[in-house]
């Protein structure tokens, strides 16, 4: 899902407002703080706090 670098410049975890990084395998959005991910599901990305899962950033 191709998404302008200007809104992921704006987007923020919904948890602690903190910074979301795109990800894309699995595909989403990564908060570093929370250690959550909210996936993209049929082009649509998923911000409910309680559905997001857990990611550990591969580094």
């Known amino acids: 899902m ?3 670098p200007e809104l992921i410049e704006i987007l923020a975890c919904p948890k602690c ?3 979301l990084v795109q990800e894309s ?3 989403g959005f ?3 703080g929370c250690n959550l991910l909210y996936k993209i599901e049929d082009d649509i990305p998923n911000f ?3 559905e997001a899962v857990d990611w ?3 580094v």
């Open 2 to 4: 191709p998404v302008s």
């Open 17 to 19: 407002k903190g910074p």
């Open 25 to 27: 395998n699995p595909e």
């Open 30 to 32: 990564a908060c570093k």
């Open 48 to 50: 409910i706090i309680d």
């Open 56 to 58: 550990k950033d591969p």
